[in-house]
């Protein structure tokens, strides 16, 4: 059997690590190229003692002796790699086969589309790669014969479910047949909380989910519904389905991870525990099926599964990502940055839970009065998204005081 190479951008992260944990139960198929990480440069250094890449990307000149002085002597050390050019053009790296693009947030945009543009097997947990630049991405997926498979346990549970599971993706239309798509959600630690406490929850409450292990950035995001919504927009793009045929529903057991409904009334759901090795096994043997690390469902232990609506007043960042979607590319750009802004002041503790969608809600309101042009390269991305960027920053103090009438008066 012939190895694949694999890149792992953003290896310690809870995706990376995952990644690893399948890769290296599967050494007569897989081997590391390429690490990447962008603080945890011990965690990077003890990976790549345990996979022997080629090379590791880091951030800078410092984050670059810190991962010397981990790594140590006595072993054969990878080619260190340094700056966010050598994300990309490690991404794009002839020797590499497939990419793991798990870098969170607007930052690992660059790279994931430099994947794609040299027709690698992009398995995309990023986000905001199809949330900021979904047009973008998916030409970019068409132009250059790229595989395409969401590792998001949601969008994978969908593929899956999908006539042309068969198929990676680049969608031109809705699969035949299919009605709308149904995205669970498990409603966060804060489902059941009391409406008016919310306003004085912390970051570590926030960042406690009840089923997923998750790092603090995607916990809040959880928290707040507002992952879901970027998964909508994410789903909008892979899919090819508008947004008025994307439903969420809250479904606190996390165990149906999505579901596909037909024009025949038939609903197929994917099922299994909430692990994400399950999702990433999935992409790195496609279209084979590969032995995850995972244990199998027990129906009769869980008893039962349970649904909800969404309740909008508890998460009001889900209807400011439709509004997004509905009102174009530079709309979700905005709110996605306003929230990466709004989620680090929150983490930080200079601005409370509940004004996450206040700075969102007003950025939005700010980026639909700005002159209006397309969004045709990875620079016209880029600079709107800094544009957002620092309109919402504004709205949050560096002290965590008059956080309130800052973003009221806007």
């Not at 998204?385 to 709205?395: E, K, S, Y």
Request: one cysteine or more; a negative charge; hydrophobic letters at 45%.
């Amino acid at each position: 059997m012939t190895q694949k190479n694999i890149t792992i951008l953003g290896s310690t992260g809870s995706v990376g690590q995952s990644t690893i944990d399948v890769v290296l139960r599967h050494p007569d198929r897989f081997r590391v190229h390429a690490l990447s990480g962008h603080r945890r440069m011990e965690k990077l250094a003890e990976q790549a003692l345990q996979t022997q890449p080629d090379c590791v990307v880091v951030p800078d000149d410092s984050a670059a002796e810190a991962f010397k002085q981990f790594f140590g002597p006595g072993q054969p050390r990878p080619e260190i790699r340094v700056g966010k050019q050598a994300l990309a053009q490690t991404a794009a790296d002839r020797e590499t086969d497939m990419v793991m693009a798990a870098i969170v947030g607007i930052a690992g945009l660059p790279s994931a589309l430099a994947a794609a543009c040299a027709g690698k097997r992009v398995m995309l947990a990023n986000k905001e790669a199809l949330v900021a630049a979904g047009s973008l991405f998916m030409d970019a997926v068409k132009t250059h014969h790229a595989e395409l498979l969401p590792i998001d346990s949601e969008h994978n549970a969908i593929f899956q479910c999908l006539p042309t599971a068969g198929q990676s993706l680049a969608c031109l239309e809705p699969a035949g047949g299919v009605d709308r798509l149904i995205l669970t959600a498990s409603g966060g630690p804060f489902r059941t909380y009391p409406l008016d406490g919310l306003a004085h929850v912390t970051p570590e409450q926030a960042c406690a989910h009840p089923n997923w292990d998750m790092g603090q950035k995607i916990s809040v995001d959880s928290a707040t519904m507002l992952n879901k919504g970027l998964e909508v927009i994410e789903a909008h793009w892979l899919f090819a389905m508008p947004a008025d045929r994307i439903d969420v529903v809250i479904h606190p057991q996390s165990v149906i991870h999505s579901m596909v409904q037909y024009h025949d009334g038939s609903v197929l759901a994917q099922m299994g525990n909430p692990d994400m090795r399950t999702p990433i096994a999935y992409a790195l043997g496609f279209p084979n099926r590969i032995e995850a690390g995972v244990a199998g469902l027990d129906l009769v232990a869980l008893g039962r599964l349970e649904f909800d609506a969404v309740q909008v007043d508890r998460y009001p960042c889900l209807t400011l990502a439709y509004e997004a979607l509905r009102q174009g590319q530079s709309s979700c750009i905005a709110l996605n940055a306003a929230n990466e802004v709004a989620v680090a002041a929150f983490l930080e503790r200079r601005l409370p839970y509940l004004s996450i969608s206040q700075v969102i809600e007003k950025t939005l309101q700010w980026e639909a009065g700005q002159p209006q042009s397309s969004v045709s390269s990875l620079e016209d991305v880029m600079y709107r998204d800094q544009q957002a960027r620092t309109f919402a920053q504004a709205l949050c103090p560096t002290d965590g005081s008059s956080v309130s009438q800052r973003v009221l008066n806007a």
